[in-house]
Structures are given as C-alpha cells and as structure tokens.
Nanobody, 118 residues
Framework: VQLQASGGGLVQPGGSLSLSCEAS????????LGWYRQAPGKQRELVAT???????VYADSAKGRFTSSRDDAWSTFYLQMNSLKPEDTAVYYC?????????????WGQGTEVTVSS
C-alpha cells in the first residue's frame, strides 16, 4: 500500500483546510484508515481513524471540528478541518493498516504540513 497526502498549507485561526490522501496498491487489504499529526517537539498523535466496519474515532482535540471521510473504494480519504487553532499546527500523516492473519502492518504517507497562524 502506498499513500500520498496533500492539502496542507498556511491558514489563519478559525479557518478551514481539507487534507486528502490517495491510497494505491493493495487497497482491498486496508482495514483501518487514519490521520495522525506531529507537532514540533512532540510525539505523533492520533487525529482520527476509521474502520471498514464503519467506526470512526476522533481525538478529543478533533471532535466537533474535524471530519474524516473516504470514498467508497477506500482509495482516497479526507480530513476536513474547521475552526483551526494555532495548536493544530503540525505535520499531518495519513495511515493505513492491513492485517495478514494477526500480523498488523502500518503504512504512512509522507506527511503534509499545516500551519495555523495569523
């Protein structure tokens, strides 16, 4: 599975951005799609994940402001970010999880930078 993220940029506080992640390769093996972020000097943290079973989980910091979605083919997934705050500044990574039996494999996009600043 290969992932290509896009859509980052500079936005003012209160603004919106939409991130996209295109998946290619063996997308039929993907069981979980997710977005993570890493702010300068901090560890990578979960933003949102969605399972094929239809469950989506958001970090508390994202609830009510961010929406994760994907197309029916699970080939492209999105993160709509509204009411952005300076603390949302980070590199955002898309993630795909596959399972082969009990063996989990994680795949990562290259990251797209989001800067929230006036």
């Amino acid at each position: 599975v290969q992932l290509q993220a896009s859509g980052g940029g500079l936005v003012q506080p209160g603004g919106s951005l939409s991130l996209s992640c295109e998946a290619s390769g063996n997308i039929f093996s993907i069981r979980v799609l997710g977005w993570y972020r890493q702010a300068p000097g901090k560890q990578r943290e979960l933003v949102a994940t969605s399972t094929r079973g239809g469950t989506t989980v958001y970090a508390d910091s994202a609830k009510g402001r961010f929406t994760s979605s994907r197309d029916d083919a699970w080939s492209t997934f999105y993160l709509q970010m509204n009411s952005l705050k300076p603390e949302d500044t980070a590199v955002y990574y898309c993630n795909a999880v596959t399972y082969s039996g009990s063996v989990r494999d994680d795949y990562w996009g290259q990251g797209t930078e989001v800067t929230v600043s006036s």
